[in-house]
Structure formats: structure tokens, C-alpha cells
């Protein structure tokens, strides 16, 4: 979901004038807050193969590689 309005953020780089870009931007924020699917989920990085992953995998989904538990995010902002 959020790779997609990444893009729809590029529209207009596509040849999409102005007022599509806007109305296409708008759609696509009111599909989002009817969604409500919370803020975006936390990631990293596998130390390995470099793939963007969820922050609480024990696995890389890309390269199987085994990742370390990491600290709470509590305990990060303290």
C-alpha cells in the first residue's frame, strides 16, 4: 500500500497534468482513511542480502538468513 502512493506521488513526472494528479492523490487518500489501516509497519534491513523487511522477522524473507532479535522501540527512544 504504501510502495502505491510512493508512485501516485509521481504521477505528474508521468505526464499526468495537474488537476489528475490532484484528483488521483485525493481518491487515493480517502481509499486510505476509509482502509484505516494504521501507520505504516515498522522495517529493516537484512544485514546480508540488503532486503527491506519487517522489523520483528526472526528470517529474511528474501535470503532465509537468520536476524537478531532487536531492542524495543520503547527502549530505542529512552
Same mark, same amino acid.
Given at each position: ?44 534491513? $537484512?544485514?546480508? $542480502? ?29
Amino acid at each position: 500500500m504504501w510502495a502505491l502512493d510512493r508512485r501516485i506521488r509521481h504521477v505528474s513526472e508521468i505526464g499526468l497534468d495537474t488537476e489528475s494528479a490532484r484528483l488521483l492523490r485525493e481518491s487515493f487518500d480517502d481509499l486510505a482513511s476509509q482502509l484505516a489501516l494504521g501507520p505504516e509497519p515498522l522495517t529493516r534491513q $537484512c544485514p546480508k $542480502c540488503r532486503t527491506i523487511g519487517m522489523r520483528n522477522a526472526t528470517v529474511c524473507g528474501n535470503c532465509w538468513t537468520h536476524l537478531d532479535a532487536l531492542p524495543d522501540e520503547d527502549a530505542d527512544a529512552a
